[in-house]
């Protein structure tokens, strides 16, 4: 899991470099992507080096182009999920800011970026039992599978609830603390996104499940189903 810490580091940092870069140049939106295109091939290659020399490949590592068409066919799919999340979490921005000017946007924003932080939780819970959950559909083991997957939507819920109801009776507080009492009424925004924290919760337990169970191919139609719904 250490490997996977400094990958992830070496992405992040990436990212948010550029991100700065990116906005302090005024550069627009596609540099944006761009940007995140760049971080997450910083954070492959960070990868590649790391497992490469804990697995002792180089320097004479050979791989068969069948080998190699394999690797690609199954890993492209989870990358293009990534950018389509992303597509999925900045579009409304995006379509806000074309259709009702910059203060709507900012009112939206502002609470939209505390909704989707929240991320990190699941998110963290997930990469702790992914490996458990790809061993055990690797093995064939469903009934397992069935137990570790009643178990973590368990969790999920166990915090996501909690979460949700503080943020529903304290969303005025949270909104002027982190964003001054001028954007007060975004308020009511942060109280109906916190309704969905659940349901975010549970959807990065599915994401991980496609990929655990090899139907990366599913993930990107599933996303792009949900994509094309928020643009429409």
Known sequence: MYLETISSLA??????????AVAYMDLGLIPVFLA?????????????????????????????????YYLLSESLPVAVSQFLVQGYIYSSIFILKAVSGNFDTGL???????????QIIPMTIMVAMFP??????????????????AFIFKLMLIVSLPVAALLLVYSDIVVDGLFGEEFSASSRA????????????????FESLFICLKKQKSLVVVLVFGLVSNLA
Do not use: C, H
């Open 11 to 20: 992405a992040a940092l990436a990212l948010v470099g550029l991100t700065v």
């Open 36 to 68: 995140l295109l760049a971080s997450n091939l910083a954070g492959l290659a960070v990868s590649a080096v790391l497992a490469f020399r804990s697995l002792r490949l180089l320097p004479g590592f050979d791989a068969s182009q069948a080998g190699l």
């Open 108 to 118: 939206f924003q502002a609470p939209y970026r505390v909704f989707t932080r929240f």
């Open 190 to 205: 942060l109280w109906i996104q916190t309704l969905g924290l659940p349901f975010l919760f549970m959807n990065v337990i």
């Open 132 to 149: 458990l959950l790809s061993r055990m559909a690797a093995e064939n083991a469903p009934e397992k599978m069935r137990s570790a997957v």
